[in-house]
């Protein structure tokens, strides 16, 4: 916008998953800031905005505490601060509680979504994805400005999504890791690659060997890992089952491969291994009072490959999936205003950035939440999963990188990726 405006309205959109809010107001001989003003505001979603008295209505806002475009009404030390709209450009650094956000979610633009001001730190305070302004001159309408990640087109109708750096990816696969609550009680943590090929030789035909994570062969779908030393029976179990330590100073990795769909989206895959997956008891025949037959212990197996994948649109995120069991395993669409993804009913939190997923004991299957969950199976009715908050294995503290390569073409430390072959012992489905 010019020092000068001949326009004859100005539009502010504010774009959000809950719907698009807008304020008018009546651009003509205005300069770029002072548009923006209570006595030049036309309409509005807020009906008691002409009533109430503000502290604060312009573009500057507060540069102190880095906050414009700041309709505000009071001050009340944080806690109390009410208002219609502020974007806050603080970060993590931010002054008060209520607008404090991670720098990839600037500028983060709260408002009230109801018909009246709100508290900043209550429930009626919305979070929009975006902030569009239109300038109404004759016969065009021209975008203003663009939020963080996107740039103005050269003839200023819309915001293109900037293509992301491989540099900017290796920031971006840490930033949206997930954090993932091993279950209460849990004796079978995750490890890393290189921790299970000390454990297990590989069988190739009639070789035998052991192996590195760079030195791991292609091979065909008939090779296979047995453990070094063997397991004489299904319910037996060897020390390095129970994986690596997951502590403050210690984590197991996460192997993100990033694969770009587009110039400007990619997806990211979390893959999570663990030595072992418990197998789970079941009644083989009727319940009746309990189980009328016999109870049995199926899919022991040793090695057991967990997934989470994230989306992003440029620098933002549009979805996960999550490989889960039935209707809870599928793609959560990103809703920014509350910072969850979600599907149906099942909704995903995010602590900052990182999506909150939940790994059932024993099998280590991702869930959106803690608690028990009762699904169905091929050739046996119902399963059970138990999740819950025990052990928090925070992803993003050990992420090992790749980029997607097609298929045989990973090299180095990131070899095993082209092994075909079984993790583990060929007994899957012990009984």
């Known amino acids: 916008m010019t020092s000068r ?26 300069d770029k800031f002072n548009w923006f003003s209570k006595s030049r505001l036309l309409s509005s979603p807020w009906k008691d905005i002409s009533t109430e008295p503000q502290n604060f209505f312009s573009i500057e806002g507060t540069p102190h505490e880095k906050r414009s475009f700041h309709i505000n009404r009071n001050w009340g030390g944080c806690p109390q601060d009410a208002c219609w709209l502020a974007v806050a450009d603080g970060g993590p650094l931010g002054y008060c509680e209520w607008e404090r956000a991670p720098e990839d979610q600037l500028p983060y633009i709260r408002f009230s979504k109801t018909t009246v001001y709100a508290n900043y730190n209550g429930g009626n305070i919305a979070t929009a994805d975006r902030m569009v302004i239109y300038i109404d001159t004759p016969g065009n309408n021209v975008l203003c400005s663009c939020p963080a990640g996107q740039s103005l087109s050269e003839d200023g109708t819309r915001c293109d999504v900037s293509p992301v750096t491989e540099d900017q990816l290796r920031t971006l696969v840490s930033r949206y890791a997930p954090k993932v609550w091993l279950a209460k ?46 397991l004489p029976h299904a ?76 989306r992003l649109v440029g620098k933002t995120p549009s979805s996960i999936y999550v490989d889960s069991a039935e209707t809870s395993s599928g793609i959560y669409n990103w809703h920014g205003t509350s910072q969850t993804y979600r599907k149906g009913e099942d909704v995903v939190l995010t602590e900052g950035t990182h999506p909150i997923l939940y790994s059932a004991y024993g099998n280590h299957k991702l869930w959106p939440s803690s608690a028990t969950r009762t699904f169905m199976a091929r050739l046996i009715k119902t399963l059970k999963d138990e999740t819950s908050a025990g052990t928090a294995w925070d992803t993003w503290k050990n992420v090992r990188f790749t980029m997607y390569q097609p298929d045989g073409g990973y090299t ?16 899957v489905n012990w009984g």
């Not at 004859?8 to 998953?17: M, N, R, T």
């Not at 698009?20 to 651009?27: A, H, K, R, S, T």
């Not at 035909?205 to 890992?225: D, F, I, N, Q, W």
């Not at 180095?412 to 007994?427: C, P, V």
């Open 412 to 427: 180095g430390n990131w070899t095993w990726m082209n092994f075909k072959g079984l993790w583990g012992n060929k007994e």
């Open 235 to 310: 319910e037996a179990t060897l020390p390095f089952f129970s994986g690596e330590q997951i502590g403050p100073t210690r984590q197991p990795p996460v192997y993100a491969v990033v694969k770009r769909v587009n110039a400007i989206t990619t997806d990211i895959f979390y893959w999570m291994f663990f030595p072992y997956n418990l197998g789970k008891k079941v009644c083989v025949g009727d319940k009746i009072f309990g189980c009328i037959g016999k109870n049995q212990t199926l899919a022991h197996r040793v090695s057991d490959w967990e997934h989470m994948t994230i």
């Open 185 to 230: 009680g849990e004796k079978y943590n995750p490890s890393s690659i290189d921790f299970h090929l000390q454990h297990v030789k590989v069988y190739d035909g009639r070789r035998v060997y052991s192996s590195t994570p760079s030195t791991l062969p292609t091979c065909t779908e008939t090779c296979y890992m047995s453990t070094v030393q063997p």
């Open 5 to 30: 405006t001949n326009s004859s309205q100005v539009k502010v959109v504010l774009e959000s998953s809950e719907g698009n809010v807008e304020l008018i107001f009546d651009g003509r001989n205005t």
